[in-house]
């Protein structure tokens, strides 16, 4: 079980990667696409329609080949799909390229989420945090190889071909190792598509604010230095780098004080240093503020995610729809927030959209008791 659990890690640290490769590299997307704020924004909202109608599926994909093959499967379309939006020349285009990148991405999260909370069941201690922790190390490790590339002028489509070969060959090899679980030789398919159960739905709702945030971060704060605050490429590809090692930090660290204070304590905290860290960005005199308020927002956001996975696990009598429920509410919001950051910036400004990023995060302050996560058991599953 202990090669299982590091199996799924370094599953969790490829997936981060990916994103890491691709949000630094958004204002050169920009630039060689030719397209305005509203119109990336606009881009944006197709992983998260991608994302939205492929999300269900990844049940269904498991069930017909058992989760290791189907991890292998997804998590390799996934590293593969991050060469195409650097190649669209035009907004229809990268709205296409986009539409692919957010499928490939939710069927692979969805199933290394449901796995993690296998692993986590059966060693009977949290790991949830950590491993979305080893997610924000490779985010970490992924934006800070693309700051380096912007730095030195080297375009996105040469960095992210590099990168999903590595990346492709990296997930192929850690898969071989995660837990092989099969369903009984008697158990119905999932269905393709299903609502999330009810009990999943106000937990969905506070990841849903944290994944806003989170996504809103990554994907804007690089625009947002060189754009509200006059930075150059380089420095403004450093403040997601920054907020992808806060998070790192706070979700490998994250199990201990779950452990230590709950659930509900640790969210409420983590909440209002979110809104510490959003009203910094809103009211940055500087690049080095802006910075700082990216980092605390980082912070502030980084384990009520893995622990909406927890709580719904333990929210119904059906795990695995429950996650997927949730998996699907809180990921179509990291990349539709995007979309609706764009587009506030297009009405307004840039400073505008971060407000609403910082409101939002008071709901993880305010709706934190839904994420108890004590009580609750998952069903067994046959692996091999």
Known sequence: MTRSRYAVAAVFLVHGSVTGSFATRVPWIQEHSGVSAGQLGLALAFPALGAALMMPLAARVSHRLGTRTALRVLLALWTLSLVLPALAPNLLTLCAALFVYGGTAGMADVAMNALGVEVEHRLKKSIMSGLHGMWSVGALVGSAIGTVAAHAGISAQAHHLAAAIVLTIAGLAVCQFVLNIHPEEDEEPPARFTLPP??????????????????????????????????????????TTGFALTMAIARLTGDAIIDRFGAVRTVRTSGVIAVIGGLLVVLAPNAVAAM???????????????????????????????IAGVATITYASGLVAPSIIGGIAQASNLTVSFVVVTVLTVALAVFAPVLRTTGGRLPADKSH
């Open 198 to 239: 009810r009990s999943a739905l106000l937990i969905g709702a506070v990841g849903f604010c944290a994944v806003f945030a989170e996504g809103a971060s990554l994907d804007w704060s690089a625009v947002y230095l060189r754009d509200i605050l006059g930075s150059s490429p380089g420095v403004a590809a450093g403040a």
């Open 292 to 322: 700082a308020g990216f980092g605390l927002i980082g912070i502030g956001v980084a384990v009520a995610v893995p622990l909406a996975f927890v709580a719904a696990a333990r929210s119904g009598s059906n795990a695995s729809q429950a």
